[in-house]
């Protein structure tokens, strides 16, 4: 589904992604991992065209679309579905009304088609009869819940989440990330979640990639990362590990 070739990304004299590549297959649910400014983010943006990289190819659904225009991208992002590190929710709309928007902007539906979509995402998130609130009147956990049906709503081919847990308890934290899994199987999507949480990659992820300077230092199933002796692994498992 994506596949990255030689990717390099730069800002001024340092750069984020350093000749990466990898290759997400359709239907995963892969967790990038990595410290504080290794492109873990920069990767995401790559991916929906909201940074272009200096070198290398991204290919998307079978098209190369590094060097796509804005109106050509158009159609790779109907494909993509991005939930941020927080909310992004307009407060001046109901739950409804921020969730049919991306509908009612980019697609020709009927308003019962809309509604239709709408509440069908909101069971898919597990949050029905709140259409009329306002994101202000919930609380942030449930406010998470209406980004990620604001974003399934869509239905995209590709699920992208930066950090989706940020900010959340440690029970939220566990219902998001149940969430994502699956969601990601039902909606038959292929998912890449970027995130610091070495926890939740081993207990949802298909491959988990871990980040550092730009570069791949370990990749594979969440057993061959328990077993893996990169000194960054080792890392990130030894809180996992002494709980």
Same mark, same amino acid.
Request: glycine share 6%.
């Given at each position: 589904?994506?596949?990255?070739?030689?990717?390099?990304?730069?800002?001024?004299?340092?750069?984020?992604?350093?000749?990466?590549?990898?290759?997400?297959?359709?239907?995963? *649910?892969?967790?990038?991992?990595?410290?504080?400014? %290794?492109?873990? =983010?920069?990767?995401?943006?790559?991916? !929906?065209? #909201?940074? &272009?990289?200096?070198?290398?190819?991204?290919?998307?659904?079978?098209?190369?679309?590094?060097?796509?225009?804005?109106?050509?991208?158009?159609?790779?992002?109907?494909?993509?579905?991005?939930?941020?590190?927080?909310?992004?929710?307009?407060?001046?709309?109901?739950?409804?009304?921020?969730?049919?928007?991306?509908?009612?902007?980019?697609?020709?539906?009927?308003?019962?088609?809309?509604?239709?979509?709408?509440?069908?995402?909101?069971?898919?998130?597990? *949050?029905?009869?709140?259409?009329?609130?306002?994101? %202000?009147?919930? =609380?942030?956990?449930?406010?998470?819940? !209406?980004? #990620?049906? &604001?974003?399934?709503?869509?239905?995209?081919?590709?699920?992208?989440?930066?950090?989706?847990?940020?900010?959340?308890?440690?029970?939220?934290?566990?219902?998001?990330?149940?969430?994502?899994?699956?969601?990601?199987?039902?909606?038959?999507?292929?998912?890449?979640?970027?995130?610091?949480?070495?926890?939740?990659?081993?207990?949802?992820?298909?491959?988990?990639?871990?980040?550092?300077?730009?570069?791949?230092?370990?990749?594979?199933?969440?057993?061959?990362?328990?077993?893996?002796?990169?000194?960054?692994?080792?890392?990130?498992?030894?809180?996992?590990?002494?709980?």
């Amino acid at each position: 589904m994506i596949e990255f070739k030689g990717l390099i990304k730069k800002f001024g004299n340092r750069t984020v992604l350093n000749g990466l590549d990898l290759i997400i297959r359709e239907g995963e *649910i892969v967790f990038i991992l990595g410290t504080s400014g %290794t492109g873990k =983010s920069v990767l995401l943006k790559n991916i !929906v065209g #909201l940074m &272009r990289p200096d070198e290398g190819e991204i290919w998307i659904d079978g098209e190369e679309v590094s060097r796509f225009s804005e109106d050509q991208y158009f159609s790779i992002r109907k494909k993509c579905g991005m939930v941020f590190q927080q909310p992004a929710l307009f407060d001046s709309l109901t739950v409804f009304e921020n969730i049919a928007f991306g509908l009612r902007r980019h697609f020709r539906l009927s308003e019962r088609e809309v509604t239709d979509r709408v509440q069908l995402a909101l069971k898919l998130v597990n *949050i029905q009869g709140v259409e009329q609130k306002r994101p %202000t009147q919930m =609380s942030y956990g449930m406010q998470k819940r !209406v980004s #990620l049906a &604001r974003t399934i709503a869509l239905q995209p081919k590709i699920l992208l989440f930066d950090e989706p847990t940020t900010g959340l308890d440690p029970i939220t934290t566990t219902v998001i990330n149940h969430l994502i899994q699956d969601l990601s199987k039902q909606l038959k999507s292929t998912s890449i979640v970027v995130s610091h949480d070495m926890n939740c990659a081993l207990s949802i992820a298909d491959r988990i990639v871990v980040l550092d300077k730009g570069q791949i230092e370990a990749i594979g199933t969440p057993d061959e990362l328990k077993k893996s002796q990169h000194p960054l692994v080792r890392d990130f498992l030894a809180e996992v590990l002494s709980l």
